[in-house]
């Protein structure tokens, strides 16, 4: 059964942006359609058992504190760890780094998955981008141990935002 937001990717990325000719380059040589459509399948699939059930249960459970460390729902290392094996925090890397080099719109389709059934959960775009920061501006060896670790889920990315006219700083 092919869902709407399913059809919807599909028509967007093969049919106005063409995605499949991407495979034309050296970069994306391994992959065809196939590859791309399973990505999509697994990211929906992790997506609708994972992250979807669990959204209200999120919003509901509140994190605790309990004086050393922040608990949350079991379902949100369930989904983070789904996540993380399906490979999707490195998607677009380099395979060297443990990425399966797709093309970055692929990703971002398959990424719509994760957005749409739990934006709450979904919090895998702060490691991403973390570990991309330190990959363009991180020393060799900050590369290999943050970078690496937020890639293969291991840790988790995040930023510090400071606004000083609002009483943040």
């Known amino acids: 059964m092919t869902t709407p937001l399913r059809s919807t990717l599909d028509f967007l990325l093969y049919d106005w942006l063409q995605a499949e000719a991407l495979t034309g380059r050296e970069r994306f040589a391994d992959h065809s359609r196939e590859t791309f459509d399973a990505v999509l399948d697994t990211c929906e699939r992790i997506a609708r058992e994972k992250y979807a059930p669990f959204n209200r249960t999120v919003d509901t459970q509140e994190p605790q504190f309990d004086g050393e460390r922040v608990i949350l729902p079991q379902c949100t290392h ?10 999707m925090l490195g998607a677009a890397q380099d395979y060297a780094l443990g ?71």
């Not at 957005?115 to 290999?144: D, K």
């Open 99 to 169: 990425g399966m080099q797709l093309p970055y719109v692929v990703e971002s389709a398959a990424n719509s998955f994760f957005a749409c059934a739990s934006i709450s959960i979904g919090s895998n775009l702060l490691t991403t981008g973390n570990a991309n920061a330190i990959l363009v501006h991180g020393t060799p060896l900050q590369q290999q141990v943050f970078a690496a670790n937020e890639f293969n889920g291991r840790w988790a990315g995040t930023m510090c935002l400071s606004e000083p006219q609002a009483g943040s700083s």
């Open 78 to 87: 369930d989904a983070r760890q789904a996540y993380a094996d399906s490979g």
